[in-house]
């Protein structure tokens, strides 16, 4: 029998108390934001969602900077609700750009993939430091799109490791399954569009590292996602680390990234040369 896609992709369906949770997400990073040392609103295209919010550590101990993107399904939320994801990283010394892009169905999807290439590639040449790419939800599927880009093709100027690594957290890699469910209202993705968008489909960034980590207690689909990106990616060259979080559920899995001590924290700040 196949899966049900619509009962395990709609992840605010499954987490009845998801609106608690995204409410104290907007607390708490407009609290971070308050005190952080940060820039916000830095622009990186003509768009009025195309910003980010550089978050800074007082010392910098790595040799990269990390991306945050966020999630929403490509049609939902802002980066104000993420600020605090900075957190843990900024205490390992490490500087955090947390993304804006613009959202679905205003803009293709495939527009969404461009900007976050053109965010990373202004971060290079505004610090030239390659830049770790993490994110959730859709922020990993496009965490994972930065890893597996080829920058030569975005601009003759970039360095062709601009993105080293890629922590997907809950990310979505093969964007087929969607088409069959609500969620594809805003996004209005054929098959073959989806297949396109599909970092699982392009040509795996060899000799590159890829992590994706998803909650326990999420969807199978949600486990099965992560796997099988690990798994075909890690026979093309990629290197590659599957973890599960114990008893997250999609909602919650991000919330260790608020923790310097946390392992998630520790691991983003070991791949970005802290």
């Known amino acids: 029998m196949s899966p049900d896609y619509e009962t ?151 360095p062709e490791h601009l993105v080293p690594a890629a922590y997907g957290i809950s990310g979505l890699y093969n964007l087929k399954p969607l088409t069959e469910t609500s969620i594809n209202t805003a996004l209005g993705l054929s098959m073959e569009a989806a297949e396109l968008e599909s970092p699982l489909f392009w040509s795996a960034p060899s000799r590159l590292t890829m992590d994706a980590v998803v909650g326990g207690e999420e969807s199978a689909e949600y486990h099965k996602q992560s796997r099988r990106l690990v798994d075909v990616w890690g026979l093309e060259g990629v290197t590659t680390r599957y973890e599960e979080i114990p008893g997250a559920n999609h909602f919650t899995v991000i919330t260790g990234l608020t923790d310097p001590d946390n392992a998630m924290t520790r691991r983003i700040a070991t791949l970005a040369g802290a």
């Not at 010394?93 to 900007?115: F, N, R, S, T």
Request: aromatic share 10%; net charge negative; proline share 4%.
């Open 8 to 158: 395990e992709y709609n992840n605010r369906a499954r987490v009845p108390e998801h609106p608690g949770i995204i409410a104290g997400w907007q607390t708490d990073a407009a609290a971070y934001r308050a005190t952080a040392l940060c820039e916000l609103g830095v622009s990186y295209g003509e768009g009025e969602r195309q910003l980010y919010d550089l978050f800074k550590p007082e010392t910098i101990l790595g040799n990269a900077l990390v991306m945050f993107i966020h999630g929403g399904y490509w049609q939902a939320l802002d980066r104000s609700f993420f600020s605090h994801m900075a957190r843990g990283l900024n205490q390992l010394g490490l500087p955090v750009a947390v993304v804006g892009y613009d959202l679905c169905p205003q803009v293709h999807l495939g527009h969404i993939v461009w900007e976050l290439q053109q965010a990373a590639a202004a971060l290079w040449r505004r610090f030239n430091l390659p830049v770790i790419a993490t994110g959730h939800s859709a922020g990993g599927h496009l965490s994972a799109c930065t890893l597996a880009t080829d920058w030569k093709n975005v601009a003759a100027d970039l």
